[in-house]
């Protein structure tokens, strides 16, 4: 007997398969996002607060003889860091961080202003969908002026030099581009005296030099962005 084929007549088993297949996707768990990925970008935004121990040494060179001085100081330092990645991989970043502000030490006659600058390579050792817990590098420079205005005279000294920091940091993911971000950082710096002017006037550093030291930790919070 010749077997009649038409839509009405699609065997079981074709139903089945058809159904399975449609199901699949259903059953399978999607692939979990990251809060870092490769190829993302990350700026941020953030205010920051530190304590430090300082050195300041100043050598006087008198007829070949080398005479220094050295005291030992605190300061505090309010910063905005702005910082800038790129993803190199899935758990590793570089980038860059801007970080102006001030430094206030313990004479309450001077006014100052800091300037911070560098590359960040960052681990995330803990890269959730909304949490990530980072670990970082900043290796760079850094430029102070220090402004005193005591003694019936305005003397100024700018020093620069190098910065080195290490800290980390928790990312609470706020929403799928937006991130709360609270760190904790170690830095130390080493700045050579630059220059130094009084009312104005600069004064040769040829028979004087300087050296501020400085090494403490900072507080920052700050918000993040994700691209």
């Known amino acids: 007997m010749r077997h009649i084929w038409n839509r009405n007549t699609i065997p079981m088993k074709s139903h089945r398969f058809a159904f399975l297949l449609a199901t699949v996707p259903l059953l399978t768990p999607p692939a979990l996002a990251q ?26 060179h008198v007829l070949g003889v080398d005479f220094s001085k050295t005291q030992n100081d605190g300061a505090a330092t309010f910063t905005i860091p702005v910082q800038v990645g790129y993803g190199l991989s899935d758990a590793f970043s570089l980038g860059f961080f801007l970080e102006p502000g001030n430094y206030i030490d313990s004479n309450l006659t001077r006014t100052n202003g800091l300037f911070l600058y560098g590359i ?46 290490m800290g980390t940091a928790l990312l609470f993911g706020l929403s799928d581009r937006i991130d709360l ?3 904790f950082r170690y830095i130390a710096t080493r700045m050579p005296l630059r220059s130094y002017s009084e009312d104005g006037n600069s004064v040769s550093t040829k028979d004087f030099s300087g050296e501020l030291r400085t090494s403490g930790v900072a507080a920052q919070l700050g918000a993040g962005f994700r691209f």
């Open 181 to 183: 971000q609270l760190h």
């Open 35 to 60: 809060f870092h990925q490769k190829r993302s970008f990350h700026a941020s935004l953030g205010a920051a607060l530190g304590g430090h121990s300082t050195t300041s040494t100043f050598t006087f």
């Open 120 to 165: 960040e390579p960052r681990f995330y050792a803990v890269n959730k969908e909304r949490f990530a817990w980072m670990l970082g590098l900043q290796l760079g420079g850094t430029a102070l002026r220090i402004t005193d205005n005591g003694g019936g005279k305005t003397k100024e000294s700018r020093y620069s030099g190098s910065v080195f920091g």
